[in-house]
Every structure is written in C-alpha cells, then in structure tokens.
C-alpha cells in the first residue's frame, strides 16, 4: 500500500497530472480506504510542496503544475470521500481580497496551498465588502477566513469587514486570517484578526493551527 502512496505523492510533486489520476485510480482498485490516499498521497506530496516553496526550491510555475496534479487526483477520488462510509469531512474556509483591491495572486496561491492541504475554499475573489464576507460566513459557517490585502488604502477595510462579521454576532464562529504585502502582525492584533500569515506556504502553517485551536 505504502509504494502507490509514495508515488501518488511523488507524481504530484512532480506535476504529473496524468500519472496522479491513474495511480488514485489503481489505489481505489486496490481497496486502499480513501483517506488514506487522501492523507497519505495527495495531501503528503502536497506538504513537501509547500515546504519547497517556502525554501525558494520551487516557484510559482511549479507550484501551479502541482496543483493542476492535486485537482486531477482530487477529481478521481472526491466522489469516494463523500459516500458516508469513510467518516471523512472537511474543514472550510472562505478567503476574498478585500473591498477596493482588485490583487489576487497571493490569493491564488494561498487558496491553492490550502485545497492541497485538504481544506474546502469557498473563494469569494477580489473587490469583496464586509457584508459580502458576513454573508458568505452566515451562508457556509467555515471554521477559518481569509482576507487579503496588497495596498496600503484598501488595509482599512479588513478592519471593517472584522467589525461587521463580530456585528453580525458571528466573530466567535470563525477564526480569522490576514496577509498581504503591506499588512503585518502588529496589524493583525490590532484590528483583532487572530493571525498573519507572511506569505503563502506560512498560511497553510498558520490555518492548520487556527483551525485546531477552534475544534479544541
């Protein structure tokens, strides 16, 4: 059991997007419980994916091939995950760049990091208002949010978006994420988000200890 997982993370590693879908597949013939191909597999090769990243041994283009691997593999194996026996769920989590700020490459990659690291993203894209995310958070109850921000004009409305969600009542039902190029961690306590993330492959780091201090 253990080779067709190393592979299926290796492939991935590797951007091969073909070579996922098929080892998924022969690991599903082969009786292999689906979250554990999940976990095992997909989310393990993933892991090393954002870890080198991180480091600078891969790149954005890289990153991007990884995940187009990750979707494949994903598309084989989702409708097993979802059949009730295996107990699995997911953890969601809604991210949007915030009012006024039309940048989304950060975004991008943080929302794919997260799929990889076996989150459900709800991806509200770029110019987003308060309301907007208070009702996305009503609509969806996530455990996590994610807000962006690349200019220093638009860092205003994450603290307004953070007022209207503990306005809405909701504050206590999601942990909250920021980042951005301006933004920094001294930020985040002040307008009472619960953390900062510096860039992409950290958020991942950062929303597995968020999300494990809400299930707590």
Not at 159 to 174: F, M, N, P, Q, Y
Request: with cysteine; hydrophobic share 45%; aromatic share 4%.
């Amino acid at each position: 059991m253990g080779n067709v997982l190393q592979e299926i993370a290796s492939n991935l590693y590797d951007g091969e997007d073909k070579g996922v879908a098929g080892l998924v597949r022969n690991a599903l013939d082969s009786d292999i419980d689906p979250q554990e191909i999940l976990s095992a597999g997909l989310i393990a090769g993933m892991d090393k994916v954002g870890k080198d990243f991180k480091a600078g041994v891969l790149y954005v283009p890289e990153v991007l091939q990884t995940a187009r691997a990750m979707n494949a593999g994903m598309e084989i194996l989702r409708p097993f995950l979802v059949q009730g026996d295996s107990g699995f769920s997911v953890d969601k989590c809604i991210i949007g760049t915030v009012k006024g700020d039309l940048h989304d490459i950060g975004k991008n990659l943080v929302k794919m990091l997260l799929e990889g690291a076996g989150y459900e993203i709800v991806d509200l894209g770029t110019d987003v208002g308060s309301e907007a995310f208070v009702d996305s958070i009503r609509q969806h109850q996530p455990k996590l949010l994610g807000l962006s921000a690349m200019l220093t004009t638009t860092m205003v409305y994450m603290k307004s978006t953070i007022e209207a969600i503990t306005a809405s009542g909701l504050r206590d039902s999601v942990k909250i994420m920021i980042g951005g190029a301006p933004v920094t961690a001294e930020f985040a306590k002040q307008i009472g988000a619960d953390a900062y993330a510096s860039d992409a492959a950290s958020a991942v780091e950062v929303a597995r200890t968020l999300v494990a201090s809400a299930t707590n």
